[in-house]
């Protein structure tokens, strides 16, 4: 406590309370800035899962279209491009259902998700 804050308590306790309205201040902007990039950031990143969903449900449709007109062709059957999936997947070296780049994971095996009758 000053001589200040001593003689004169009134201005004292509206400097103080101006001093802590400003800091508020500037904490509440800070705040507001902090939860303004979140928001942008996690908006952003939910553009991208949907971009990323939209993708791989054309891709879905376009390969089940192309399945069963090799099907329909008798040129390929699902067992044989299960065969075929598994033989890809391996010459990596890592049987994991993807095409790895040269990365360590577990050597777990893997089954093709087909819809084998």
């Given at each position: 406590?000053?001589?200040?804050?001593f003689l004169f308590p009134e201005q004292a306790q509206a400097s103080h309370l101006r001093q802590?309205?400003?800091?508020?201040?500037?904490?509440?902007?800070q705040a507001r800035l902090a939860r303004s990039r979140q928001q942008k950031t996690h908006s952003s990143s939910e553009v991208r899962i949907k971009d990323l969903e939209d993708e791989?449900?054309?891709?879905?449709?376009?390969?089940?279209a192309l399945l069963e007109k090799l099907s329909d062709d008798g040129s390929l059957t699902r067992s044989e491009l299960a065969q075929k999936i598994a033989e890809i997947d391996a010459r990596d070296g890592i049987?994991?259902?993807?095409?790895?780049k040269h990365q360590k994971t577990s050597k777990t095996p893997f089954k093709?998700?087909?819809d084998i009758p």
């Open positions: 406590m000053s001589l200040f804050d802590l309205a400003e800091s508020n201040k500037v904490a509440n902007t791989v449900a054309q891709l879905t449709i376009t390969i089940e049987i994991d259902g993807q095409i790895t093709p998700k087909l």
